[in-house]
């Protein structure tokens, strides 16, 4: 599977931006979906995930009630949509994925994800 990560850029605090992965494959088969990032001099953390049809969501504390994720199963996209962003938010955001439904206790390990987008770059600036 192929994943292109997209929609990057520089924003002010506060701002949105909304990134997406495009699949090479039906999003449909892909049973767990997410999005990490990872900060300069920081390592790579999760931010959200799907599960599923996207029935089942997960967020890091640090974005949760900001940031949305979604797929779009006949577009082979997953999204995600970033609201009032802040300057910590900052870092290169990459997509993964997986053709397993990975457990709710392991969905933030990147270690569990088979397939990595190239990443995209959000600039938070304050």
Same mark, same amino acid.
């Given at each position: #599977? ?5 929609? +990057?850029?520089?924003? !002010? =605090?506060? @701002?949105?931006? $909304?990134?997406?992965? %495009? *699949? &090479?494959?039906? #999003? ?5 979906? +997410?999005?990490?990032? !990872? =900060?300069? @001099?920081?390592? $790579?953390?999760?931010? %959200? *995930? &799907? ?23 006949? *577009? ?51």
């Amino acid at each position: #599977v192929q994943l292109q990560a997209s929609g +990057g850029g520089t924003v !002010q =605090a506060g @701002g949105s931006l $909304r990134l997406s992965c %495009a *699949a &090479s494959e039906p #999003v449909f088969n892909l049973k767990t979906v +997410g999005w990490f990032r !990872q =900060a300069p @001099g920081n390592a $790579r953390e999760f931010v %959200a *995930a &799907s599960r599923w049809s996207g029935s089942s969501t997960h967020y890091a504390d640090s974005v949760k009630g900001r940031f949305t994720i979604s797929r779009d199963n006949t *577009a082979n996209t997953v999204t995600l949509q970033m609201n009032s962003l802040k300057p910590e938010d900052t870092a290169v955001y990459y997509c993964a994925a997986s053709r397993s439904r990975i457990i709710q206790s392991a969905v933030g390990l990147s270690t569990m994800y088979n397939f990595w987008g190239q990443g995209t770059l959000v600039t938070v600036s304050s």
